[in-house]
């Protein structure tokens, strides 16, 4: 088979190691033939490839962002559609795609593999939020960027006595506030799930203050104080019309030090959670997808995408990753809360 392959939506860490572990078992093993898509269903659509072949991929699983490029690219706007889709797949002598995104590309897919175009998908996201896998790649990466930034910011805080606030990604849901402010052993952790009042924010601060500590304060982009309507944004629309998060810990670090007396810094730690080298944990997890994959493909498997399922790989559709997010549970809040103040 021919089959092409794109990535599309925010990057990751651990893209290229999909992209290495399905080409290397395609080729091997089936094979298949490659051809890469660039930035996305901007290539499907524009008909801009590359060759992807095992020169291609050598040595690209340990290099962060994508080989192929990405995109936000809506793959039914513009000169887009199903006709002209599968138009440039016949150009191409293509067989089936292979798309690795996040809920907005896994979306796109299944309207495609609805109106009978052969897709697989591979979930990406490093917020951790699509509910039909345990876990995606790119997500402990992002924890452990996050985890010794936050590591570090400790020290300046203690040297200095102050209050550290660090902002880290999450969207509508607190999975990487969680893990790395858990691991950093933050004395407060804000997530979009749970509305906090900036009483209970203070009391947590103060104590920690009280027992000789410099407070470290992690937060989620998408965090909300119960007296807040929306989430903070100040820098306009994406390309999908949402709202550009982030902020949020610098309007909370001056209204610390108003209420406490504390002097506050704040820190975005922003995309350098996505970049760099992907972990090992991520690497492997996202090889096994890749190769699962082109399983899938050879079993027909369309309109659905690999997931982990515990330490298993699982074909699941494409509709039982949209409509739900993952969110943090109540018990799993809890049980940081207990180390909270």
């Known amino acids: 088979m021919r089959i092409g392959m794109l990535t599309s939506g925010g990057d990751a860490p651990g893209l290229n190691a999909v992209i290495r572990g399905a080409v290397l078992t395609g080729e091997t093993v089936h094979g298949h033939e490659f051809l ?9 659509v524009e008909n801009d490839t590359m060759p992807l072949g095992r020169h291609e991929v050598k040595g690209v699983s340990k290099q962060g962002g994508t080989i192929l490029g990405t995109s936000r690219t809506n793959p039914f706007e513009g000169r887009g559609g199903v006709d002209r889709i599968n138009e440039v797949m016949a150009e191409n002598r293509l067989d089936a795609i292979i798309a690795i995104g996040g809920e907005g590309t896994l979306a796109a897919a ?10 697989v998908g591979v979930p990406k996201t490093v917020d951790n939020d699509l509910d039909a896998t345990d876990y995606t790649f790119g997500f402990d990466t992002a924890v452990g960027i996050a985890t010794e930034a936050m590591d570090r910011l400790r020290t300046t805080g203690d040297a200095h006595n102050r209050c550290m606030v660090a902002e880290v990604m999450g969207r509508h849901v607190g999975w990487i506030a969680l893990h790395s402010g858990m691991a950093a052993g933050a004395h ?25 500590r410099a407070p470290l ?24 019309g949402r709202p550009r998060l982030g902020g949020i810990g610098e309007q909370i670090a001056p209204l610390i030090e108003q209420r406490t007396g504390i002097e ?12 760099g080298t992907p972990s090992a944990f991520d690497r492997v997890l996202a090889t096994r997808l890749g190769m699962a994959a082109v399983r899938s493909v050879n079993d027909g498997h369309w309109g659905q995408m690999v997931a982990l399922k515990g330490t298993e790989i699982v074909h699941v559709p494409f509709a039982d990753a949209l409509g739900k997010l993952k969110t943090v549970p109540q018990e799993r809040y809890d049980e940081a809360a207990l180390l909270f103040g």
Do not use: C, N
């Open 217 to 240: 304060v992690v937060v989620a982009e998408g965090f909300t104080l119960d007296s807040m309507d929306d989430p903070h944004s100040e820098r306009g629309l994406d390309a999908f």
């Open 264 to 275: 506050t810094r704040a820190t975005t730690l922003g995309h350098i959670q996505r970049g």
């Open 188 to 212: 407060a952790i804000l997530i979009p799930e749970q509305r906090t009042s900036l009483d209970q924010l203070v009391e947590w601060v103060t104590s920690a203050y009280d027992r000789g």
């Open 36 to 44: 890469g898509l660039k930035d996305g269903w901007k290539g499907l």
């Open 110 to 119: 299944k309207r495609l593999t609805d109106a009978g175009v052969r897709i």
